[in-house]
């Protein structure tokens, strides 16, 4: 049953407005502990490109490691935001309303982070340009279009830029609230965001077909950026383990799986450190939860199928690598924690509806498939390159440097940053998106029982 | 003339609505007063006029651009230097449509976008009258009225419940 607090205007833009209007101290606490790895972090990064790549524990035949493995991952988080919050929209499901803004912050946020980690990869940052824009005009050389690596840019450039425009165009009202709640300088730069809003019906029509219309532009969009990504790995026809053609709906599916889980991980957080009990409620992760058994399933079974067909092939390559990544040292212990934190520890306990509607257990076990699917992205990149050659004297393993664990700590703790920062300016929970649920909000009386009801528009 | 804006308690919807009927009846039409509200209600909840839109228009116009600017990219490159690589044809056309896709998808993304703007007749610094009590609920309803009928239609709004009545000329 769903519960419902009917709150009235300005509470809801005092609630939520809250650290906006004025951080309390522990804020600052958080984002100088935050600052002060980054700043470690752009140390390393400086040091790396000073000194060279071979800092990085990547050597032949693997050239790709925990630096790829998160790009791969941040991607996958950034699945979440536009997902769960057009899919949601679309379907009209009240219970988004919290979720939205959060979930597509993220995914700007873990973008333009995912898309950081392979300019650092690179070793020498600025030769991106060399590969990734048209090079060489005197002699009439462009870039290769067959390349995965070019078709990654256009993908992700789209993503990023429909995701940041999703965000802002959904902000304008809340800018017009904190405008006509601030003074001074402060509020000059709202009244400039804010662009004008009054809330007329011609804007809030708009408002609402935008999200729609959004919604339904960036859904194919997000499919794609995760299928291109797949295929950075699946069109190397030399490398076992890379070369499945099942790849590209495995990862749509495995980065909705771990990106609803960081929403839920950072829907918690939210609740925590800002009091937003009224709004982030227990009817909330249960939705969110019950959403993710379907999703953890479905990505189990791409997973078995991926798996199994490589076993079925009975080519001896691909069968030892399969075996390398299940029981040989120091992948073993990789694969089982895997597949414990990523489906059999969390989707069965999400079974249980106390455990649904017990925001601890849901943070923790939300926590655990991220692990689970950054173990899985190492388990697909790493072991394959490692018997990328037939013969075993070009056999090796990857262990990654203090530098690159630096960088991939670092890489967190910036996309937690910025959300911090995000929160200090704008509201993480759209105002006029809980306002409006207010509105059509209504109760029922069904024999002896009062129930919650909603006016659903045409 | 002056710009007049009534403003109604959050709970008081429909009193609002009931303004705007005083309104027509005494010879304001429905397209001579906006509603001001601090979050979307459902549309005519006021009696106020339908709101028409081409915004469906601009993803279109933008995926038809995206697509043409991908396609012309891809297939120029590909063309300015006509290296035959394995007996392959010069213009790859899988390649060129994934490039192609984003490209659509991008023109149609911005176009939306723009189109909101247009649509929604932002950005708008000098809209008129406005009250920031609008966004901690109030709801309210301008228009703009000529000198000699200021004092009726302030009583007007006044008795159908409006809480607060500004005045800017």
Same mark, same amino acid.
């Given at each position: 049953? $769903?519960?419902?607090?009917?709150?009235?205007?300005? $509470?809801?833009?005092?609630?939520?407005?809250?650290?906006?209007?004025?951080?309390?101290?522990?804020?600052?606490?958080?984002?100088?502990?935050?600052?002060?790895? /980054?700043?470690? *972090?752009?140390?390393?990064?400086?040091?790396?490109?000073?000194?060279?790549?071979?800092?990085?524990?990547?050597?032949?035949?693997?050239?790709?490691?925990?630096?790829?493995?998160? #790009?791969?991952?941040?991607?996958?988080?950034?699945?979440?935001?536009?997902?769960?919050?057009?899919?949601?929209?679309?379907?009209?499901?009240?219970?988004?309303?919290?979720?939205? @803004?959060?979930?597509?912050?993220?995914?700007?946020?873990?973008?333009?982070?995912?898309?950081?980690?392979?300019?650092?990869?690179?070793?020498?940052?600025?030769?991106?340009?060399?590969?990734?824009?048209?090079?060489?005009?005197?002699?009439?050389?462009?870039?290769?279009?067959?390349?995965?690596?070019?078709?990654?840019?256009?993908?992700?450039? &789209?993503?990023?830029?429909?995701?940041?425009?999703?965000?802002?165009?959904?902000?304008?009202?809340?800018?017009?609230?904190?405008?006509?709640?601030?003074?001074?300088?402060? $509020?000059?730069?709202?009244?400039?965001?804010?662009?004008?809003?009054?809330?007329?019906? =011609? $804007?809030?029509?708009?408002?609402?077909?935008?999200?729609?219309?959004?919604?339904?532009?960036?859904?194919?969009? #997000?499919?794609?950026?995760?299928?291109?990504?797949?295929?950075? #790995?699946?069109?190397?026809? *030399?490398?076992?383990?890379?070369? /499945?053609?099942?790849?590209?709906?495995?990862? /749509?599916?495995?980065?909705?799986?771990? *990106?609803?889980?960081?929403?839920?991980?950072?829907?918690?957080?939210?609740?925590?450190?800002?009091?937003?009990?009224?709004?982030?409620?227990?009817?909330?992760?249960?939705?969110?939860?019950?959403?993710?058994?379907?999703? *953890?399933? &479905?990505?189990?079974?791409?997973?078995?199928?991926?798996?199994?067909?490589?076993?079925?092939?009975?080519?001896?390559?691909?069968?030892?690598? =399969?075996?390398?990544?299940?029981?040989?040292?120091?992948?073993?212990?990789?694969?089982?924690?895997?597949?414990?934190?990523?489906?059999?520890?969390?989707?069965?306990?999400?079974?249980? @509806?106390?455990?649904?509607?017990?925001?601890?257990?849901?943070?923790?076990?939300?926590?655990?498939?991220?692990?689970?699917?950054?173990?899985? @992205?190492?388990?697909?990149?790493?072991?394959?390159?490692?018997?990328?050659?037939?013969?075993?004297?070009?056999?090796? &393993?990857?262990?990654?440097?203090?530098?690159?664990?630096?960088?991939?700590?670092?890489?967190?703790?910036?996309?937690?940053?910025?959300?911090?920062?995000?929160?200090?300016?704008?509201?993480?929970?759209?105002?006029?998106?809980?306002?409006?649920?207010? &509105?059509?909000?209504?109760?029922?009386?069904?024999?002896?029982?009062?129930?919650?009801?909603?006016?659903?528009?045409? | 003339?002056?710009?007049?804006?009534?403003?109604?308690?959050?709970?008081?919807?429909?009193?609002?609505?009931?303004?705007?009927?005083?309104?027509?009846?005494?010879?304001?039409?429905?397209?001579?007063?906006?509603?001001?509200?601090?979050?979307?209600?459902?549309?005519?909840?006021?009696?106020?006029?339908?709101?028409?839109?081409?915004?469906?228009?601009?993803?279109?116009?933008?995926?038809?651009?995206?697509?043409?600017?991908?396609?012309?990219?891809?297939?120029?490159?590909?063309?300015?230097?006509?290296?035959?690589?394995?007996?392959?044809?010069?213009?790859?056309?899988?390649?060129?449509?994934?490039?192609?896709?984003?490209?659509?998808?991008?023109?149609?993304?911005?176009?939306?976008?723009?189109?909101?703007?247009?649509?929604?007749?932002?950005?708008?610094?000098?809209?008129?009258?406005?009250?920031?009590?609008?966004?901690?609920?109030?709801?309210?309803?301008?228009?703009?009225?000529?000198?000699?009928?200021?004092?009726?239609?302030?009583?007007?709004?006044?008795?159908?419940?409006?809480?607060?009545?500004?005045?800017?000329?």
């Amino acid at each position: 049953m $769903q519960q419902r607090v009917v709150l009235p205007q300005p $509470q809801v833009n005092a609630e939520l407005l809250k650290n906006a209007l004025r951080a309390p101290l522990w804020y600052w606490g958080i984002m100088a502990f935050l600052g002060a790895i /980054v700043v470690a *972090g752009s140390v390393a990064v400086g040091f790396l490109m000073n000194k060279g790549f071979g800092l990085s524990g990547t050597n032949r035949p693997v050239m790709w490691g925990i630096l790829i493995v998160d #790009f791969v991952f941040w991607i996958g988080i950034s699945h979440a935001g536009v997902m769960l919050s057009a899919i949601l929209r679309l379907s009209k499901a009240e219970w988004r309303r919290p979720a939205t @803004r959060a979930a597509e912050v993220l995914t700007v946020f873990s973008l333009m982070i995912a898309a950081l980690h392979p300019v650092v990869h690179a070793g020498r940052p600025w030769r991106i340009i060399y590969w990734s824009f048209p090079y060489d005009f005197s002699r009439g050389l462009w870039v290769n279009i067959r390349s995965p690596l070019i078709w990654d840019p256009s993908a992700i450039f &789209t993503y990023l830029t429909g995701s940041a425009l999703f965000v802002i165009v959904a902000l304008i009202p809340d800018m017009a609230v904190i405008r006509d709640h601030t003074t001074g300088l402060k $509020q000059k730069v709202y009244r400039a965001l804010a662009m004008g809003w009054r809330g007329t019906p =011609r $804007q809030w029509k708009l408002q609402i077909v935008a999200g729609f219309l959004l919604s339904a532009l960036l859904l194919p969009v #997000f499919v794609s950026v995760h299928s291109i990504v797949s295929w950075d #790995f699946a069109v190397m026809i *030399g490398v076992e383990g890379y070369h /499945v053609t099942i790849f590209a709906p495995y990862f /749509v599916i495995g980065a909705v799986h771990s *990106g609803v889980s960081a929403v839920v991980t950072m829907m918690i957080l939210m609740k925590w450190m800002f009091g937003w009990g009224s709004y982030i409620r227990e009817e909330h992760v249960e939705s969110l939860a019950k959403l993710l058994i379907v999703i *953890g399933t &479905t990505w189990l079974y791409f997973f078995f199928v991926e798996f199994s067909f490589a076993l079925y092939s009975m080519e001896s390559q691909e069968i030892a690598l =399969r075996e390398m990544q299940a029981f040989t040292w120091p992948y073993w212990p990789l694969a089982l924690t895997f597949i414990l934190f990523s489906y059999i520890i969390p989707i069965p306990l999400w079974l249980f @509806r106390k455990v649904r509607r017990n925001f601890k257990i849901m943070f923790w076990t939300s926590l655990l498939v991220n692990i689970g699917m950054w173990l899985e @992205r190492f388990l697909i990149i790493v072991p394959s390159l490692a018997r990328k050659q037939v013969w075993p004297f070009d056999w090796s &393993t990857y262990h990654p440097s203090a530098i690159e664990v630096l960088i991939v700590v670092t890489a967190y703790a910036l996309v937690f940053l910025l959300l911090m920062t995000f929160a200090k300016l704008f509201p993480l929970i759209p105002l006029f998106d809980i306002k409006e649920g207010q &509105t059509l909000s209504d109760d029922i009386v069904i024999g002896k029982r009062r129930v919650p009801a909603l006016r659903v528009e045409e | 003339m002056a710009q007049m804006l009534g403003l109604f308690r959050e709970e008081e919807a429909e009193s609002a609505a009931n303004a705007t009927e005083a309104l027509e009846q005494a010879g304001y039409s429905n397209e001579n007063f906006e509603i001001l509200t601090g979050s979307p209600y459902p549309e005519g909840a006021f009696g106020e006029r339908e709101v028409k839109h081409k915004l469906y228009v601009f993803p279109f116009m933008g995926a038809l651009l995206g697509f043409s600017v991908a396609m012309l990219v891809t297939g120029a490159t590909q063309a300015a230097y006509p290296l035959v690589v394995g007996g392959k044809p010069i213009l790859s056309l899988p390649a060129m449509t994934i490039i192609a896709y984003e490209g659509t998808m991008l023109g149609a993304i911005l176009f939306t976008v723009l189109g909101i703007f247009f649509e929604s007749r932002l950005p708008n610094p000098n809209a008129g009258i406005y009250d920031p009590r609008i966004t901690a609920g109030y709801i309210g309803i301008t228009l703009t009225v000529a000198d000699e009928r200021l004092n009726a239609v302030e009583q007007l709004l006044r008795r159908a419940g409006a809480a607060d009545v500004i005045v800017k000329r």
